[in-house]
C-alpha cells in the first residue's frame, strides 16, 4: 500500500463523530496502516481520541445524508470517494492486533519457585550452599526469562536523535493541495525515493536532521503542501550475548535496544554470571561498562547505553562474594566490586532492620592458615562500620534482645491481659483499681507474683489477696513491684461434690498458669536446694502442686488449692516430709497436725486433707410401678429395701410382688462386659469355623454362617439390664435377707398377669389366658409344637420374678416334680444347636439363652416405663 487517502479525519469531523482512535489503532493488524492513521489523526485532530472502529466509519458511509455531502464538499473533499476509499479496505486484514506472548519466567539461584504457563510448579534452583547459610544470591531473577527476540514496542517515542540507516521506514504524510501519504523504506544506497521530489539520501542523518530536510524541499518544490515525517517499523540489528548469558549467542533486536535489552533476549544470565561487570566491546574493544546494581538497587540507567549492529555484551563469571543474614532488610549474597567496607555492605541490603543490634555483629572469616575465625563488630561505631569486607565472609546482624526489662505483667483470670510500664516505687494497687478488670468468677483470695532474683536470675513468689487489693484494706495493695514481675489471677473453683470428681475448668486453669513455673523451679533446684514446690492432696477444690511462698502455712496453701470442700475434715491434716538430716540417705516422715494452729511448710511438702468420715455424695433409689407414691427418694447409709418400701406407702392393690424387677447399675455394668465378650466370642468362633470348614469342604454351610450372623447382629442390638432376681416377697415377710440398697437402685412392680407366653422354637410363639391345669408341654402343643431345630431336653421356664427353672431334672431328664406353669410366667424353647445347619457352632445355645432373658427383663422394663 503504497498511497492511500487521508480523508478519514476529515470524515469523522464533517459528521461531527467523537471515535476512539486508539482502540482502532490497537484493533489494527497491520503496523504499517496503524502509523498511517496514526499520524492522520494527530494531524487533523490535534490529539482528539476516537472511540469507534473501521467497521463504525463503513456502516456511517450507508447513513450519510446529502447535507453531510454538501458540508464536505464545502471542505473540499468528496465523501462518496471518501466511503468508497474505505469500502476497498480488507477488515479481515486489519483484525486486532496481539500483543506479544509474556515472557515465560524461569527459575534462578535468586528465585522463589515459579508457576510456568501450565501452572505446574518450577522445581528452585538451590544456590550452592554459602557457610552454614541458606542465603540466595543477589539480583540474579532479573530478566530472567525463555530467550526471544526483543522487538520494541510500536508506540514508544523514537528520540530525534536516532540516526536513520537502511531498513528503516518513514511515513510521509502530504497535506494541503495535495493530500496523500507515502510509507518508504531507505534502501541499502542509504536513500528514500519520493515520487515528488526523486531520490534523497538519509543514511547517517539523525531523525531530526531528515525531517528537516525533507519539510524544507517539499515546501520549496510542491508548492501549497505541507508534510508531515514520522518514523515507521525501525531496522533491526544482530548483536552477540556472550559469557555467562543464560543462552548465549547472536540476537537480531531492534536498532532502539540498550543493553539489558539484548540481555532480555538472551534471557537474562546464568547462575554464576557477574551483575556488576557486564563490558560492550565494539570493534574489538571495549568501549562501556554496566553494573545491574546500579539499575536494582538506584534505578541508575546511565551506563545502559543504545547498542550498534555487530556490539558484543560480554558477561565474564562472578566475582568476589559476601553474605549478609541477620537483622538487615534484604539478606543476600552480595557480589563486591572494588574494595568495600561493612558500611557499604549494608547499603546493598537496605540497612539495617528495625530489629537489628547495631552493637552486636560478626564477620565468620576464612583465615589465612585455612580455619574459621569470627571477627565482632559494632556497628553503632564508625570503626565497626569502616571494618574492610573480604571475599568469603559471613556478616551476621543479632537482633534485639526479645525479653522486655522494664515491665509487670498482668496474666491469668482477667479480661484483658496486659504489660504495664515499671517505674520505681509502682505498687500492686496502682494497676489492679477495680474489680471491672476481671471476670466474675474471680478468687478474691490467692494471686501470686512471680519475681525473678536479679542477681540470680532465680524464681521468687509473694502471694497476695487479690479482695484486699481491690477492697485497699490490709497490706496487698502497697506491694511494692520489681522490673519483669509477672502477676496471676486465678478464677474461683466450684466442684460439684454430688458428681464425678473431674477437674473443673478453674482447676485447669491454674494449674495450667503455674505449670511453667513449677517446671522452671523444678530445673532451678540442687543438691541441697530443693524445689520450692509444695503439694497438696485430698479434700481441697483444686489439689496440685503450688510455688511455695516465703513463710507460706499451711492455711495459706488451703487457700492457694481453691479452699476447703464441704467433705473436708477440718480438725487434723497430715504433712508428709524428707527428712535430709541424715547425708548417708533420706526418709520420709509423716506428721498429724491441728489445722486450728500454724505451720509453716517447707519445700518438698505433701499435705493431705482428710475427708469427713461416711461423707459420701447424695445416694438415690428409684421406685416404680405399682407403689403407692412411686419416684426417687434418697436413702440413708445402710437403709433396706423393706425400709424405703415402707417410706413409699407399699403397693397397690394390683401390684405383683412376685414379678418385682430389681436392677443395679454395677450388675448392669458386668453384664455389658459380658455382652461383649459373647460378642468377640461369636466373631472369633465364626472366623474359626470358617477356616474349618475350608479346609474339610472347601466352604461353611451358608445357613450356618447365615444363622451365626442373624444371631451375632442380634446380639449387638442388645443392651445389658443389671437385673438382680429377689425373693420380694419372702424379704417383706421376713422369710429372706433383705437387699441393702445402693445408688442408683431401681425397683419396678409390675401389675399382675393373667397370661403364659411360649417363645422360641416353637411353631407359633406367642401369649395364652393362663389355665392352671395346663403344664408347660401343653402350652407347648398350642403353639404348634417343637421346630426341627428345638432343643426338646433344654427347655426352661422363666419366672416372672426373673428366677429360671429347669422343668427335667438331670437325671435321664425325668420331670421335676412340684414344677408348676403360673401366670406370668414365660415359657423358652431354646435353639438345638446338634441339629443341623446350626451343629458346631458351640456358643449358640449360651448366647440364645442369654438374648432370651434379656429380652423378657427389657420387655418388662419397658412396659413398665410406658
Known amino acids: 500500500m503504497g498511497k492511500i487517502s487521508i480523508y478519514l479525519p476529515v470524515f469523522n469531523l464533517v459528521l461531527n463523530i467523537n471515535h476512539d482512535w486508539g482502540q482502532f489503532m490497537q484493533s489494527v493488524k497491520s503496523k504499517l496502516m496503524a502509523r498511517i492513521f496514526l499520524v492522520v489523526a494527530s494531524i487533523f485532530l490535534s490529539g482528539e481520541v476516537f472511540s469507534n472502529s473501521l467497521s463504525d466509519v463503513q456502516e456511517l458511509c450507508s447513513t450519510v445524508s446529502d447535507s453531510n455531502r454538501q458540508l464536505a464538499k464545502t471542505a473540499g473533499y468528496d465523501i462518496d470517494e471518501l466511503c468508497s476509499t474505505f469500502g476497498a479496505l480488507d477488515l479481515e486484514e486489519l483484525t486486532a492486533y496481539e500483543d506479544p506472548a509474556p515472557d515465560t519466567p524461569r527459575a534462578t539461584v535468586s528465585s522463589a519457585p515459579v508457576v510456568n504457563p501450565e501452572n505446574e510448579e518450577v522445581d528452585e534452583v538451590k544456590p550452592k550452599p554459602v557457610q552454614k547459610s541458606k542465603l540466595k544470591p543477589y539480583g540474579y531473577d532479573l530478566f530472567a526469562n525463555e530467550p526471544t527476540n526483543f522487538a520494541m514496542p510500536l508506540n514508544i517515542p523514537v528520540s530525534p536523535n ?16 495535495l493530500n496523500e501519504s507515502s510509507v518508504v523504506s531507505i534502501n541499502r544506497d542509504g536513500y528514500i525515493d519520493l515520487p515528488e521530489l526523486g531520490p534523497v539520501l538519509l543514511s547517517g542523518l539523525t531523525f531530526s536532521e531528515a525531517k528537516s530536510m525533507l519539510q524544507s524541499q517539499i515546501e520549496s518544490q510542491v508548492i501549497g503542501t505541507k508534510i508531515n515525517i514520522s518514523l515507521g517499523a525501525l531496522r533491526s540489528m544482530q548483536v552477540y550475548v556472550l559469557g555467562e548469558a543464560y543462552k548465549p549467542g547472536a540476537y537480531s533486536i531492534s536498532a532502539l535496544s540498550t543493553i539489558t535489552h539484548a540481555i532480555k533476549s538472551a534471557g537474562g544470565v546464568s547462575d554464576i554470571a557477574s551483575l556488576r561487570n557486564i563490558q560492550l566491546k565494539r570493534d574489538g574493544k571495549t568501549i562501556a561498562k554496566l553494573d545491574l546494581y546500579e539499575l536494582l538497587l538506584f534505578g541508575n540507567i546511565n551506563s545502559d547505553i543504545r547498542l550498534k549492529p555487530a556490539d558484543v555484551i560480554y558477561i565474564p563469571t562472578i566475582g568476589d562474594t559476601v553474605s549478609l543474614d541477620g537483622e538487615v532488610k534484604r539478606p543476600a549474597i552480595y557480589e563486591l566490586k572494588g574494595e568495600t567496607t561493612a558500611e557499604e555492605l549494608l547499603s546493598l541490603a537496605g540497612g539495617l532492620s528495625p530489629k537489628a543490634f547495631a552493637s552486636s555483629a560478626r564477620i565468620e572469616r576464612i583465615d589465612t592458615d585455612g580455619f574459621m ?12 562500620r569502616m571494618t574492610n569486607i573480604q571475599s568469603g565472609d559471613f556478616l551476621k546482624v543479632d537482633s534485639v534482645v526479645a525479653n522486655k526489662k522494664s515491665i509487670v505483667s498482668l496474666n491469668g483470670y482477667i479480661h484483658h491481659t496486659a504489660q504495664h510500664s515499671w517505674d520505681e516505687g509502682l505498687k500492686l494497687g496502682d494497676i489492679v483499681i477495680s474489680k471491672s478488670q476481671f471476670p466474675t468468677q474471680l478468687d478474691l483470695n490467692y494471686g501470686l507474683i512471680a519475681r525473678e532474683v536479679e542477681e540470680l536470675g532465680e524464681l521468687s513468689f509473694v502471694s497476695f489477696k487479690p479482695g484486699n487489693v481491690l477492697s485497699k484494706t490490709g497490706d496487698d495493695a502497697g506491694i ?27 482447676e485447669k486453669g491454674r494449674q495450667t498458669n503455674l505449670e511453667p513455673l513449677l517446671q522452671r523451679l523444678r530445673s532451678e533446684a540442687t543438691l541441697g536446694s530443693p524445689a520450692k514446690i509444695v503439694e497438696i492432696k485430698g479434700a481441697v477444690k483444686i489439689p496440685g502442686f503450688y510455688p511455695l511462698t516465703p513463710d507460706m502455712t499451711l492455711n495459706a496453701l488451703v487457700e492457694a ?99 418385682a424387677i430389681f436392677t443395679r447399675q454395677k450388675l448392669k455394668d458386668k453384664e455389658q462386659q459380658e455382652l461383649e465378650r459373647l460378642r468377640k466370642r461369636i466373631n472369633d468362633e465364626l472366623t474359626s469355623q470358617s477356616l474349618v470348614a475350608s479346609s474339610k469342604s472347601g466352604k461353611m454351610s451358608s445357613q450356618q454362617q447365615l444363622l451365626t450372623e442373624e444371631v451375632l447382629a442380634e446380639l449387638k442390638t442388645f443392651e445389658a439390664t443389671g437385673r438382680l432376681v429377689i425373693p420380694l416377697e419372702d424379704i417383706l415377710a421376713g422369710k429372706a435377707d433383705d437387699v441393702i440398697l445402693e445408688t442408683s437402685d431401681t425397683l419396678l412392680i409390675p401389675q399382675f398377669r393373667q397370661e403364659v407366653s411360649v417363645v422360641g422354637e416353637v411353631q407359633r410363639p406367642t401369649s395364652y389366658f393362663y389355665d392352671k391345669r395346663l403344664s408347660y408341654k401343653d402350652y407347648i402343643r398350642q403353639s404348634g409344637g417343637f421346630l426341627q431345630s428345638a432343643n426338646k431336653k433344654g427347655v426352661y421356664i422363666v419366672k416372672a420374678s426373673g428366677e429360671v427353672i429347669m422343668p427335667r431334672g438331670k437325671f435321664l431328664f425325668l420331670p421335676k416334680p412340684g414344677v408348676k406353669v403360673v401366670a406370668g410366667d414365660t415359657i423358652v424353647v431354646p435353639l438345638d444347636t446338634n441339629e443341623k445347619p446350626v451343629r458346631g457352632v458351640k456358643l449358640l445355645t449360651e448366647i440364645s439363652q442369654i438374648l432370651y432373658q434379656l429380652s423378657l427383663g427389657a420387655a418388662a422394663i419397658n412396659s413398665l416405663n410406658n
Do not use: C, W
Request: glycine residues 8%; hydrophobic residues 35%.
Open 162 to 177: 536516532y540516526i536513520l540507516g537502511p531498513g528503516d521506514e518513514l511515513i510521509v504524510i502530504f497535506y494541503g493541495k
Open 373 to 384: 575465625t569470627v571477627i565482632d563488630l559494632d556497628l553503632s561505631k564508625k570503626s565497626g
Open 480 to 506: 511494692l513491684l520489681s522490673p519483669r514481675d509477672e502477676i496471676f489471677f486465678f478464677a474461683r473453683s466450684y466442684i460439684d461434690e454430688n458428681q464425678d470428681s473431674e477437674e473443673s475448668k478453674s
Open 561 to 659: 488449692a481453691g479452699g476447703f470442700k464441704e467433705s473436708a475434715y477440718q480438725v487434723t491434716a497430715e504433712i508428709v516430709r524428707k527428712d535430709e538430716t541424715n547425708n548417708n540417705q533420706s526418709k520420709l516422715t509423716t506428721s498429724v497436725i491441728s489445722l486450728a494452729d500454724s505451720h509453716s511448710l517447707n519445700a518438698k511438702d505433701s499435705v493431705f486433707i482428710k475427708a469427713k468420715p461416711y461423707y459420701s455424695r447424695k445416694n438415690i433409689v428409684t421406685l416404680g410401678g405399682e407403689v403407692m407414691f412411686p419416684g426417687e427418694y434418697t436413702f440413708a447409709r445402710g437403709e433396706k429395701l423393706s425400709d424405703l418400701i415402707s417410706r413409699a406407702g407399699g403397693f397397690t392393690a394390683v401390684a405383683d410382688v412376685n414379678a
